[in-house]
Structures are given as C-alpha cells and as structure tokens.
C-alpha cells in the first residue's frame, strides 16, 4: 500500500451504533489531519495530530472521537450521531503540519447516518 | 478572517479548450496556495502548490499563478482533456499553523 488508505470507503449507520474510521499513511510524515466535506460547503477540518498529540480541534462535537495510536494511524470513533453528519470524511497527512507542507489525502470514507 | 472564494462554480468546456479557474482569497498574507484535484467521492489530490515568494508554478499542462496583493490565483488547464473532468479546489493556511481554508471548488466537465 502507498499514500494515505482510509477504510471503510462507504458506511452506512444508525443514530445509535458505534463505529470508527480508520486512516493510514505510508509516508513517513507526521502530521495526521481529520477532514469533513459536506455537500456544497468547503472541506472542514476537524482534528489535527502532530507526531501523535492531538494540536487542534476545531471545535467538533464530542460524539466524534479521535484516536492516534502512532504517526501512521489515525482513527475516528463514532457514536450517537445525527443525520446531518452524513458527509464524506477524508484523512490527509503531511510532513509535520506546517504551512508549507503540501497535505496528502486519503480517498475518504462516505458515511451515511440514518 | 480568511475566506476563499472560486468562480466558477462549475464550468464545461470541449476537448481542446484552453480554460482558467479563478480563486480569491480576502487576507493577502498567506505563506502559500495549494491547488488540488478531487474526482467524484474521492480524495483530493494536490496539483500545485505556490509559495508566497512565487508567481507561478507549472507542471505538465497545469500552470497557476499567484498575486498575492490583489488576493487572486488561477489555474491554467492547456488543451483540456476528458480526463481533466474533476472540481478544482484551491486553499491558503491561516495565520495558524495547520488549518488550511478551502474553497468550495470548480465543478469541471470536459466534453469528448
């Protein structure tokens, strides 16, 4: 595997089920970054980790999760969500976070809460 | 507070044709603008990415440009191809370290 995988590539959940995303990049960097992109609004970033500790959280409800076990996993725990979280969640990394790096992105998870 | 703005919002074109994508941005400081490339229900890819200090940067038939002073980007697309159908995001960091703002993209259809 090269780049940034993300599975599942489709979710489909209940308000009342538990799930997690889970995000890995190949590259060697060490920054990890959760996006969100919902229909016609630009991407959101939600949670930033820069060799693993958590540096931003961009103000995102407590029934999202994050988890970095290490620089090359990331995962997003779920629970008790609501309809409007249906969106596409991206992962992306970069070499350390800094705003010269170029961030590369995972192909997304869409996930579909009924 | 930073806000970035693209027009088109979609845009379709015939093989062949030269086009330009337009990206603004209200807070001229930014250290870079990165251009990147999402097909339907997928990631994003980065295309370009120009430092503050440049004016442009090409790659293959890409080409985009910066000015920082009037708060305007453009991509470049030559000869647009089928291939080339995608929507075009563009993004500046803010004054923070990590948080790039994005704009809502360019929807591109290049018709064979």
């Known amino acids: 595997e090269t780049g940034v995988t993300q599975t599942p590539r489709h979710l489909v959940m209940g308000m009342t089920n538990k799930k997690s995303l889970k995000c890995e990049q190949h590259?060697?960097?060490?920054?990890m970054y959760w996006y969100k992109q919902s229909a016609k609004k630009p991407l959101e970033l939600m949670f930033v980790y820069n060799f693993k500790e958590q540096t931003e959280n961009n103000s995102v409800p407590s029934r999202f999760s994050p988890e970095c076990p290490n620089s090359s996993h990331l995962f997003l725990h779920l629970h008790t969500l609501q309809p409007e979280d249906s969106a596409l969640y991206l992962c992306?990394?970069?070499?350390?976070?800094?705003?010269?790096?170029?961030?590369?992105f995972g192909p997304g998870t869409r996930l579909t809460v009924l | 507070k930073q806000e970035v703005t693209q027009i088109p919002a979609a845009l379709s074109v015939p093989e062949g044709e030269n086009l330009v994508l337009n990206c603004s941005f209200t807070?001229?400081?930014?250290?870079?603008l990165q251009w990147f490339r999402q097909d339907p229900g997928k990631g994003l890819t980065s295309l370009l990415l120009?430092?503050?200090?440049?004016r442009e940067q090409t790659s293959g038939r890409l080409n985009a440009s910066l000015d920082k002073s009037s708060g305007r980007s453009t991509l470049y697309i030559a000869a647009s191809q089928p291939g080339d159908s995608a929507t075009y995001l563009c993004?500046?960091?803010?004054?923070?370290?990590?948080?790039?703002?994005f704009g809502t993209g360019t929807r591109l259809k290049v018709l064979a």
């Open positions: 993004a500046v960091p803010t004054s923070g370290t990590y948080k790039y703002i």
């Open positions: 590259l060697g960097h060490n920054a």
């Open positions: 992306a990394s970069s070499q350390s976070g800094g705003r010269t790096d170029t961030r590369y």
């Open positions: 807070d001229s400081a930014i250290y870079n």
């Open positions: 120009i430092q503050s200090s440049q």
